[in-house]
């Protein structure tokens, strides 16, 4: 092959990857690349009205003061936990921070399954399906990956 023959084919093959960018950059869907946050997910997913929209913002408003109120508990269960490991506290006190804090953490996810539950009550019977769809992806809906290395 000669080179000029070479570099023609080049040339045609970098203008095809330069149109095939284009032409993707140009009929993607608009905030494809956004992540879209919970709340949107959910009301677009079940076909949510104005109005349960309405009552889907005051069900978010109750849920995190809830659990804002658990995790500021946790938080200062954990910093009396933590501040006895000089030796200050004795075992059967840790061992009771412990506890304490396991059962905040039961009242976390009992309230974030109140939560579903009350959405699940927003829905309309025609919504119904939708909700039971949504729920094989909740999990991963409000999975937030931990930034920074991961230690083996």
């Known amino acids: 092959m000669s080179r000029t023959r070479f570099l023609s084919w080049l040339v045609i093959g970098l203008l095809l990857t330069n149109i095939l960018l284009v032409g993707f950059i ?4 608009p905030g494809s690349h956004v992540p879209r946050m919970p709340r949107e997910i959910i009301i677009e997913r079940l076909n949510f009205t104005n109005e349960q929209v309405i ?8 849920h995190r003061s809830e659990i804002r109120k658990a995790d500021d508990q946790i938080l200062a269960l954990k910093t009396h936990l933590y501040s006895g490991i000089s030796g200050k506290i004795s075992q059967v006190h ?6 304490e804090i396991s ?5 976390v996810e009992g309230i974030h399954y109140k939560h579903f539950r009350d959405i699940r009550n927003l829905c309309t019977p025609g919504q119904q399906p939708y909700f039971e769809e949504l729920l094989k992806d909740i999990a991963s809906i409000f999975y937030k990956p931990k930034k920074g290395p991961r230690t083996k």
């Open 94 to 99: 840790n061992d009771s921070l412990i506890a």
């Open 55 to 62: 009552a889907y913002d005051g069900l978010i408003n109750w």
């Open 26 to 29: 140009v009929l993607r869907q």
């Open 103 to 107: 059962k905040l953490q039961v009242r």
